[in-house]
């Protein structure tokens, strides 16, 4: 004779409920903090062994007429360095960090002399590595970077609709899919 075994289903109790609610409290109290202290250190700048560039080709979506017809072109944007840390981009952006790390493996570490409290101190130095990321503009670039620091699209809506196609393309380029998709999101609002 075999007998069937019924699952014993128990209702949850009640303070466990409220204690999990608690934990995703302190979760999320934790995760602006997280996202506080990142962002602290892409803008301080502090401890960067790479500096990413913006420039090249970038899209512009002409509305108006005037000189140009309407439609999508590309132009060239100035170049503007923004330095960063090499382990957070490896940690959070894989295709830049490969970009990077190509760069990084090509530079010599040079052994130099400092005068500290009048003492000479020996330590190895490098200067940080310079990648240029072509056809991603600066507003673009500074946005992107704050997302992989931060993972917070906060001024996505604040974009323009030219810098929203770039951040699109790096987004799509980079394999930041998030981005990409919030991005996707905000033009279609907009058109």
Not at 11 to 19: A, F, I, L, S, V
Not at 112 to 127: I, M, P, R
Not at 169 to 186: F, P, T
Request: charged share 30%.
């Amino acid at each position: 004779f075999v007998e069937r075994l019924q699952p014993k289903i128990e209702e949850p109790r009640k303070y466990e409920t409220e204690k999990k609610t608690e934990e995703d409290q302190d979760n999320k109290v934790s995760n602006s903090s997280l996202e506080r202290d990142m962002g602290k250190l892409l803008d301080e700048k502090i401890l960067c062994d790479v500096i990413l560039r913006a420039g090249g080709e970038s899209t512009r979506l002409i509305t108006e007429t005037g000189s140009k017809p309407e439609g999508i072109h590309t132009e060239k944007s100035r170049r503007h360095n923004f330095p960063c840390h090499s382990e957070i981009l490896a940690c959070r952006c894989a295709r830049i960090s490969q970009v990077v790390q190509q760069h990084l493996s090509k530079v010599e570490r040079v052994l130099c002399v400092t005068k500290k409290d009048g003492n000479k101190v020996w330590g190895w130095e490098h200067k940080p590595v310079t990648v240029v990321l072509d056809g991603v503009s600066e507003p673009a670039l500074r946005v992107l970077l704050r997302f992989i620091y931060t993972g917070s699209p906060d001024s996505i809506g604040k974009l323009s609709a030219a810098t929203l196609l770039d951040l699109a393309w790096a987004s799509k380029v980079y394999g930041l899919d998030r981005l990409l998709g919030l991005c996707q999101n905000r033009i279609a609002r907009i058109l």
